[in-house]
């Protein structure tokens, strides 16, 4: 890895960024997450990624989905193609500790908080997606697109509800 | 605790509930959390919580904050005042093994990812807040309602994002 990498290990850091007193990475943690599944997507590499679900839109070719452990497959019920569905995932690959950012597309660094980097103190990433088939029993649903590597564990599916998730002055 | 309880303990399903096969609450989970501060509310016990976001705005009275620990301040970098945010929260005091649910508001059960009940494998929550104030150096964010109880733990804070979070065609 040289200097100039874009790829960041524990060492990296790009000019501008700060890394906070604590990582996550290398601490026992408060609570623990259960895999509920995973996200299946064509990109096989963190380089062949879309860089946000904008994009996901744009180069997916309908070959997404997400598979359901047997155990919460009859959590399921009640979800319906054309639903639109929030899903969190784990972005396991991402390091855990720089608080202040500066991502490629950006001139200033920003605050971990008003970036939706999955670099973060909790790698767990969220996007809003649309429903495209349901099969509770192969506990697979297919959705619209994802910007996630194929095999991205699942931690949660929540309904997307206007009246709470949609901003009430807008 | 009596077998009509509202409350309901390991032992306790209602009429309908299906149980998962696995209980997460009791496996040691395949990543970790750490908790980057906690939500202070006027809720001090479950009973006087808001039942969601909706009735939060009605019920609050501008006494709803974040706090977040010094290790992480420096993210709040590029929040603002009128800001809205997705917060991501741990319900500590819920359980985690009940598929299939049937809420009290509800005639039939429902699978839990067609709700946005607290019991669910990994307990996250998220809301959709405005930002009141911003104190980076305190680590203080006035936020307009929650519906969480005071000293519910923080696992992320995102900016709202209309281009991704939005539904594309509604």
């Not at 996200?39 to 679900?53: A, Q, T, V």
């Not at 991502?103 to 973060?120: C, K, Y």
């Not at 349901?134 to 619209?144: E, R």
Request: net charge neutral; aromatic share 4%.
């Amino acid at each position: 890895m040289t200097g100039s990498s874009v790829k960041c290990g524990p060492a990296d850091i790009r000019d501008g960024e700060i890394r906070s007193q604590r990582d996550p990475a290398v601490e026992t943690g408060d609570a623990h997450v259960v895999f509920i599944g995973r996200i299946r997507s064509p990109w096989r590499e963190r380089s062949e990624c879309p860089k946000n679900m904008r994009q996901a839109r744009e180069k997916s070719a309908g070959d997404c989905s997400l598979e359901i452990d047997e155990a919460w497959r009859p959590g399921l019920a009640g979800l319906a193609a054309g639903d639109y569905l929030h899903i969190l995932y784990w972005m396991h690959q991402a390091r855990r500790d720089i608080v202040l950012q500066r991502p490629r597309h950006r001139e200033t660094p920003a605050g971990v908080f008003s970036l939706r980097s999955p670099v973060r103190p909790n790698p767990v990433a969220m996007a809003l997606v649309r429903i495209t088939s349901v099969d509770p029993t192969a506990g697979i649903i297919g959705i619209d697109a994802t910007d996630a590597l194929d095999q991205t564990p699942l931690v949660d599916l929540k309904p997307y509800l206007p009246a709470i998730d949609h901003p009430s002055d807008r």
